[in-house]
């Protein structure tokens, strides 16, 4: 296991690609007259790859509230101080923005070795893998990789999507087939969009790189220009950036919409060149237009196959011969992440017994994994929120049919189906078809994540009406049953131990905290009825009565 100290320091090692870190600290450090802490210097990091306080406080195991305090007294000064700007000015999202100016961005250089050759099918002539990570092991995919070389070298594709849940292991495949492929073309250039970048400026950063520095335009003709003149390889990782918050896929941020366009045109004129996409939402230009007759394709990347993950828990000390893991790797659905972080703790805290392991009942995610979730997650819509809720309650497959029937829906028809589409373009849901009928479910680890997050989110309201005394805290318990009715005993059950029991534990919790008379607040709940909901099922009631606070 890594100490705190060695956590820390091997946080955002990104920012060193593109920032003179070390001139960086030394500087804040003489501002400051002191020496520079391992948690300021990774919150440094953090907020020159644009991670909000509120993602760096996570990264840390701190509160949001401490981590900021200690911001202000120490390293949001210090920058402050070295940026030549007024005290207590600073926010967030401007310190790279202040360091740039003055001079702290690193000169981009050619991160791989490559060699400069006149014969494009020989060599790559001039590669910047900018913030692409360097892969050092890689396990299974062979076939994956055959398939996206095959498009990209002999299809000549002219844009592909490599899409998939976070920590799936999109990038690592993108880069093994970028490293396997980039003899083909005359640049390959690689950009993380992890800040959002807009359109204009990543145009002009590419059109820098790919025409050696030459004067040249900055738009996207002149781009294109470029891709007809060369076969050049770009790469966009973290695409999902771009894209706006709390809707449905497809809407782009201010500043970002020009992406659309772009994507559009790469895809429809003629060029010689190849566009890859890498995140965790397909864009609505790709579903729209993709297909294996067409110059655009998508390529959703699953968890590993048996081979893969054997290769992956083999190299963390498993002979691939215990009892158990086949098992192991089908309740994790072969995902990479959720693998190392599941193979750590049998190995500390099961001396390596899988079959112990799986005897316990919930799934171990870790810290890594719930941090890519919760990023995923709080992208979505309310309505994409509600059917994830909805399918984690129900925890078995749901026909489109009845999620509708069940959903206390505000919205139409046509809004759920495109809610479950944009679910699916975020890689999120999966769909299976029974007995000529199409349903949706939740693959085990977005299932686990979901149903503690609907569990959390009830508990906190359940817990401010009890405080409160009345129901202005309605949201979920009335949107949503915790435990059905007319389900199997089995999943009644699980509903049970998994929503009902932990809400009612934290319910009972606040109230002996708090001294709350029980029938008192069944008295006051009782005189406060809540407004029905415009339509739909109103689950008030019989939820109230589960949780014990209504008879």
């Known amino acids: 296991m890594l100490s705190d100290n060695e956590h820390i320091e091997g946080l955002f090692p990104e920012a060193a690609q593109s920032w003179d ?14 020496e520079i802490k391992p948690f300021e210097k990774a919150c440094l990091r ?36 070295i940026a030549g700007q007024p005290l207590n000015t600073l926010r967030w999202e401007k310190v790279p923005e202040w360091l740039e100016a ?32 360097n892969i050092q092991t890689f396990y299974g995919r062979t076939e994956e990789l055959a398939k996206l070389e095959q498009w990209i070298v002999r299809d000549r594709c002219h844009l592909l999507a490599i899409c998939g849940m976070g920590g799936i292991g999109k990038t690592a495949l993108a880069v093994k087939m970028v490293e396997n492929i980039q003899s083909n073309f005359d640049c390959l250039i690689w950009r993380s969009l992890r800040g959002a970048q807009p359109t204009a400026q990543l145009i ?49 941020r201010q500043g970002c919409e020009l992406y659309a366009e772009l994507l559009q045109r790469v895809g429809a004129e003629r060029h010689q060149s190849s566009l890859i ?108 929120k509600d059917v994830l809720y909805w399918l984690a309650i129900k925890h078995r497959p749901v026909s489109l049919a009845t999620l509708r029937s069940q959903m206390n829906l505000q919205a139409s028809g046509s809004e759920l189906i495109d809610a479950l589409e944009s679910l699916r373009w975020r890689s999120l849901i999966e769909k299976i078809t029974e007995q000529d009928e199409v349903m949706f479910l939740l693959e085990p680890v977005v299932l686990k994540y979901v149903n503690r997050k609907f569990v959390d989110e009830v508990s906190k309201e359940i817990t401010a009406i009890a405080l409160q005394q009345n129901l202005k805290a309605l949201n979920l318990l009335q949107s949503h049953v915790l435990v059905e009715d007319l389900a199997p005993d089995s999943i009644r059950a699980m509903q049970i ?47 109230l009565a589960l949780i014990g606070l209504c008879w």
């Open 277 to 384: 996409l890498i995140g965790r939402e397909q864009p609505k230009e790709i579903s729209m237009n993709q297909g294996e007759d067409q110059p655009i394709r998508y390529y959703k990347v699953n968890g590993l196959q048996r081979q893969g993950a054997f290769e992956l828990l083999r190299a963390r000390g498993f002979t691939g011969s215990e009892n158990g893991l086949e098992a192991l790797v089908q309740q994790y659905r072969g995902n990479p992440s959720a693998l190392r972080i599941v193979a750590g703790t049998i190995q500390e805290l099961f001396n390596g017994n899988v079959s112990e392991f799986l005897k316990q009942t919930a799934l171990a995610l870790g810290d890594v994994l719930r941090t890519l979730l919760y990023q995923q997650f709080e992208r979505l819509s309310k309505l994409e």
């Open 204 to 252: 002009s950063d590419l059109l820098q790189f790919l025409n050696h520095s030459q004067k040249t335009g900055v738009s996207i003709s002149d781009l294109l220009e470029i891709l007809r003149q060369k076969r050049c390889l770009i790469v966009l990782d973290d695409f999902e950036a771009t894209l706006q918050d709390g809707e449905l896929v497809g809407a782009y």
């Open 102 to 133: 003055k001079g702290y961005k690193a000169q981009r250089q050619n991160l791989h070795d490559t060699a400069v050759n006149s014969s494009p099918n020989s060599q790559a002539n001039v590669a910047d893998w900018g913030e692409a990570p």
């Open 497 to 543: 131990r998994l929503i009902l029991k932990p809400i009612k534990d934290k319910l009972n919790k606040a109230i002996n905290q708090n001294n709350i008379e029980l029938e008192s607040l069944r008295e006051s709940l009782a005189s406060h009825q809540p407004s029905p909901p415009p339509e739909g099922t109103n689950y008030t009631e019989v939820n």
């Open 21 to 34: 870190l070390n001139r960086l600290y030394t500087d804040l450090q003489a501002a400051s007259g002191k």
């Open 46 to 81: 953090g907020l020159l790859c644009r991670y909000r306080p509120g993602q760096l406080a996570f990264k840390l195991a701190w509160t949001s509230g401490a981590l900021r305090v200690e911001l202000n007294k120490g390293l949001y000064r210090s920058l402050e101080a």
